[in-house]
């Protein structure tokens, strides 16, 4: 992303924020509230059960194995939306031949495995994954499972272009939820179309209080993204997705691994809570980048200046090396910009909010590997 670019991304989110979260907000209570009223059951007697006898020690159930392997959360106008991204393989996840995968033939056991034998015999070109995904979100207390806050269905159709398809590849997906700040415990189930097979996970974890940070500073979890890009609209429901999550109006495709290839650029994501703005209503966040490595300087970028507390920046991996030649008794200097060798690096993020007069240090721990 070049820094145009970003500045436009960041003005984009901001406004989202303020315009765009809340309505796509309200559309979801709105048919929840529907539900509540027609008395609707969101999560089958079945899976409840097993999320019953499973979320006291957390035992996950293994008809469809899946783990998380990342959670994120970012400020809404009334919550704070979490982000759960976790990996499946393909195989287990059931793709199928975008022309015979229908709910009733994924139901007959001995159809969908001839399905699969049949399906790769010659590269289709879509395949299809269908099922059902449930969340359940109880309070915790005293590190137990307590009250019942939201449950959430989410149905899905993800489809794939044949010629990618491994079946021993593990592929991240994600879902998201808008909740009140407190401490959680998720139960997820991922399930066939006609509940055949239900695996399950959970997942404790906590939302800050935005308004409790106002004598410190404090951001959300720092990420990495491979690519961000703006919708027309925001989604109003809950889903599930492949490769990338959203936010708002933005699809963000996260760097997981946090790895990258000699000139990459670090594309780093994050707010910052606890931030004041001045009487005009405006922040002066000044941001230090510096990458490290075995507690030695490698890069010093230039101060970057933010007058909104949300940061989407890219940073070159590029480090300036001296370079000197020496002709005769004729020492001559230049310097030459170089990417970064592949190894284990630390990206150290210095923060000073100038209106509050506050500061806060963060670190991050990324790898150059060769492609």
Do not use: W
Request: some cysteine.
């Amino acid at each position: 992303m070049k820094t145009q670019k970003f500045l436009t991304v960041s003005l984009t989110i901001f406004l989202a924020l303020i315009l765009v979260a809340t309505p796509a907000l309200m559309a979801q209570k709105k048919e929840e509230k529907k539900q509540e009223k027609k008395d609707v059951i969101i999560i089958p007697k079945e899976v409840k059960t097993i999320f019953q006898e499973g979320m006291v020690n957390q035992q996950p159930r293994l008809d469809i194995p899946f783990h998380f392997v990342d959670y994120y959360y970012l400020p809404a106008r009334e919550n704070v939306h979490s982000i759960f991204l976790f990996s499946i393989k393909n195989a287990d996840l059931g793709y199928a031949p975008l022309a015979t995968a229908t709910p009733g033939e994924a139901a007959e056991q001995k159809q969908a495995e001839q399905a699969q034998e049949s399906a790769f015999e010659a590269t289709p070109a879509k395949l299809v994954a269908q099922g059902h995904i449930f969340l359940q979100f109880n309070k915790v207390v005293n590190d137990q499972p307590g009250e019942l806050v939201k449950e959430v269905y989410i149905p899905f159709n993800i489809e794939i272009d044949g010629n990618e398809y491994n079946p021993d590849e593990e592929a991240i997906y994600s879902t998201g939820y808008p909740l009140p700040p407190g401490d959680y415990l998720l139960s997820m189930a991922i399930c066939s179309p006609k509940l055949e097979k239900i695996g399950t996970q959970y997942f404790p974890f906590t939302l800050p209080n935005p308004a409790g940070f106002s004598e410190q500073l404090e951001t959300t979890p720092i990420f990495f993204s491979h690519k961000i890009e703006r919708m027309a609209a925001p989604e109003t429901r809950a889903e599930v997705h492949r490769g990338f999550f959203t936010y708002s109006v933005l699809r963000i495709e996260p760097n997981v691994e946090k790895a990258f290839k000699p000139g990459d650029n670090l594309d780093i994501f994050f707010y910052i809570f606890g931030a004041r703005p001045n009487p005009e209503g405006k922040f002066d966040i000044e941001v230090n980048y510096e990458v490290i490595q075995n507690d030695k300087p490698v890069i010093r970028y230039a101060k970057a200046n933010y007058d909104f507390p949300i940061v989407s920046q890219p940073l070159p991996m590029k480090k300036t090396v001296l370079i000197k030649t020496t002709k005769g008794e004729e020492t001559t200097e230049r310097k030459e910009q170089r990417d970064l060798e592949a190894g284990d690096y630390t990206l150290v993020i210095t923060i000073n909010d100038k209106v509050g007069n506050k500061t806060l240090e963060k670190r991050v721990d990324f790898k150059v590997i060769q492609p």
